[in-house]
């Protein structure tokens, strides 16, 4: 609960990046390698979690979900209208459906 990064570092990689929110966009984002998060688990106790490679990279996508901000927020201009304008095809295609990699509902994750 209540996840803070805390750290990271140890140069940058850049790699490709696809979030549930822009089904079939994946993008090239440079982070850093390594990150370090903590948090609190269901007693309250203090909990922290590093990593580097996909780990380090999914503890820092997933951060930036809770602070509000998207990987279309860490591309530039251009980047950013050719994700809408894809995103604009999904959804006239998609009209009505779920995306197939969507949240799973809460009886699913019980
Ligand atoms: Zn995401």
């Known amino acids: 609960m209540n996840p ?13 990046e696809g979030c549930l929110s ?8 440079k982070r850093p390698r390594w ?3 903590r948090a609190r688990d269901l007693e309250g ?12 990279r999914a503890l820092q996508h997933e951060h930036d979900h809770l602070t509000g901000k998207l990987m279309i927020d860490l591309v530039g201009t251009i980047k950013k209208e050719v994700i809408k304008r894809k995103m ?3 959804h006239a295609e998609h009209d009505g459906e779920k995306p ?3 949240t799973p509902s809460l009886p699913e994750l019980v």
Do not use: C, H, M, Q
Request: no cysteine.
């Open 88 to 90: 604009k095809r999904w």
């Open 100 to 102: 197939a990699a969507a």
């Open 35 to 37: 990150a370090k998060v």
């Open 4 to 16: 803070e990064l805390v750290e990271s570092g140890k140069g940058l990689a850049v790699a490709e």
């Open 22 to 29: 822009f089904p079939g966009v994946y993008v090239e984002i």
């Open 45 to 56: 106790n203090t909990v922290e979690v590093d990593g580097d490679g996909l780990l380090g």
